[in-house]
């Protein structure tokens, strides 16, 4: 009589698709990814105070061909006029940006759900710093453009406290933002399996 063999004590053997190898090309694309995001973070710092600046460097230094209109206008309405269109260049900026943050922390997530092997950390950072990006696009952004309108036609009389608020709120995201994308950049190339592939290399 045949013998069957009972195979039941044997572990199941289990197969991952996402390779040691994959798990860490997935990871430095994410990094790739982060490093240009805290770029932005740093180049919108930046460039809001800068637009304003340009501003007035025109009312210091015009065009010869633009004397005439100057003094016809006057500086104190040409300077109204070149503050708003500092502010409305700064609301477009902010706009695009909210955009591209969510662009970022949706790469990120999904490659680090999808196509590594990461722990709930670092998946928790990234789902945070994505959550924070739909949140400056969906309402603060939107309040932003909206309370600098408001602030700069003279319409309303808390505007100008609460745009202030705003954009240090704005600020303050911003900032939290970079330093969970700095602890998830450093999380993410500091691994030991990282490190043994590397030094497999």
């Given at each position: 009589?045949?013998?069957i063999e009972?195979?039941?004590?044997?572990?199941a053997?289990?197969?991952s698709?996402?390779?040691?190898?994959?798990s860490w090309?997935a990871?430095?694309?994410?990094?790739v990814?982060?490093a240009?995001?805290?770029?932005?973070i740093?180049?919108v710092?930046?460039?809001?105070?800068?637009?304003?600046?340009?501003?007035?460097?025109?009312?210091?230094?015009?065009?010869p061909?633009?004397m005439?209109?100057?003094?016809?206008i006057?500086?104190?309405?040409?300077?109204?006029?070149?503050?708003?269109?500092?502010?409305e260049?700064?609301?477009?900026?902010?706009?695009?940006?909210g955009?591209?943050?969510?662009?970022?922390?949706?790469?990120?997530?999904?490659?680090?759900?999808?196509?590594?092997?990461?722990g709930?950390?670092?998946?928790?950072?990234?789902?945070?710093?994505?959550a924070?990006?739909?949140?400056?696009?969906?309402?603060l952004?939107?309040?932003?453009?909206d309370?600098?309108?408001?602030?700069?036609?003279?319409?309303?009389?808390?505007?100008?406290?609460?745009?202030?608020?705003?954009?240090?709120?704005f600020?303050?995201?911003?900032?939290?933002?970079?330093l969970?994308g700095?602890?998830l950049?450093?999380?993410?190339?500091?691994?030991?399996?990282?490190?043994?592939?590397?030094?497999?290399?």
């Open positions: 009589m045949a013998m009972d195979n039941s004590g044997r572990p053997v289990q197969y698709r996402i390779t040691p190898e994959g090309a990871r430095r694309i994410c990094a990814i982060l240009a995001w805290l770029g932005g740093l180049l710092s930046l460039a809001a105070p800068a637009v304003f600046g340009a501003g007035e460097a025109v009312l210091r230094h015009p065009l061909a633009h005439d209109v100057l003094k016809r006057g500086p104190d309405a040409m300077g109204d006029l070149l503050r708003y269109h500092a502010g260049a700064n609301n477009q900026i902010f706009t695009l940006w955009s591209m943050q969510i662009v970022y922390g949706a790469a990120v997530v999904l490659l680090l759900l999808f196509f590594t092997n990461v709930k950390w670092r998946l928790t950072l990234a789902a945070s710093m994505l924070l990006a739909l949140f400056q696009k969906a309402y952004i939107p309040a932003i453009v309370t600098s309108r408001r602030y700069r036609a003279g319409g309303w009389v808390e505007a100008g406290r609460r745009f202030q608020f705003l954009h240090s709120s600020a303050a995201f911003e900032i939290a933002s970079a969970l700095l602890a950049l450093v999380l993410l190339l500091r691994t030991r399996s990282g490190s043994r592939l590397r030094a497999r290399g």
